[in-house]
């Protein structure tokens, strides 16, 4: 199959946040994702750390060989005034039981893995960025001018199974 040379439109303003469970033996993409919201565009960032180089030289430190391993790939950007059913899919809450509508926070970390993607639903023809397998983290935050802004950051991981991410058509 040739790659078409056409470049797609791109559209990254009103992204949305789709998160699901991941399915680690196959590295497929869920049928279902729930969409947890609009990301603050002007602060999504995908961030790659470039892999360690192992480099094996001779007496005189001259090069021989040189293996580099995969690098880090990280999305990263706020979620801007999450519900607490979003809140819940990061951490552990419960709700208190003294008062109303109040709850607690008891963990802000997940170990299970999540299959996310942005993209933006009406700009049909754009390009979203989808990954089958990674780790999600969210943190609290607040702006003085947007009110609540979690950070959250997804680092993807590669399973061997699909690839690290894919860049379906919107449609």
């Keep these: 199959?040739?790659?078409?040379?056409?470049?797609?439109?791109?559209?990254?303003?009103?992204?949305?946040?789709?998160?699901?469970?991941s399915d680690e033996t196959t590295g497929e993409m869920p049928t279902t994702m729930d969409d947890l919201g609009t990301l603050d565009d002007q602060d999504l960032a995908i961030t790659i750390t470039d892999g360690t180089?192992?480099?094996?030289?001779?007496?005189?430190?001259?090069?021989?060989?040189?293996?580099?391993?995969?690098?880090?790939?990280?999305?990263?950007g706020y979620l801007q005034n999450p519900d607490m059913a979003t809140l819940a899919k990061f951490w552990d809450i419960e709700e208190d039981t003294t008062?109303?509508?109040?709850?607690?926070?008891?963990?802000t970390l997940t170990?299970?893995?999540?299959?996310?993607?942005?993209?933006?639903?009406?700009?049909?023809?754009?390009?979203?960025?989808?990954?089958?397998?990674?780790?999600?983290?969210?943190?609290?935050?607040?702006?003085?001018?947007?009110?609540?802004?979690n950070p959250v950051s997804f680092k993807i991981l590669n399973t061997g199974a699909k690839?690290?991410?894919?860049l379906p058509l919107v449609v």
């Design 1 to 21: 199959m040739a790659l078409k040379t056409t470049k797609d439109a791109t559209a990254w303003s009103d992204v949305h946040l789709y998160m699901g469970n």
């Design 53 to 76: 180089i192992y480099q094996l030289k001779d007496i005189n430190q001259k090069l021989i060989d040189e293996l580099e391993f995969e690098p880090e790939i990280e999305v990263s």
């Design 99 to 107: 008062v109303s509508e109040d709850v607690w926070v008891k963990s």
């Design 111 to 149: 170990i299970a893995k999540k299959a996310v993607m942005f993209s933006n639903p009406a700009a049909i023809g754009s390009r979203a960025f989808a990954a089958p397998i990674c780790t999600a983290t969210l943190k609290p935050g607040y702006s003085r001018e947007k009110g609540w802004v």
């Design 163 to 166: 690839g690290w991410f894919k």
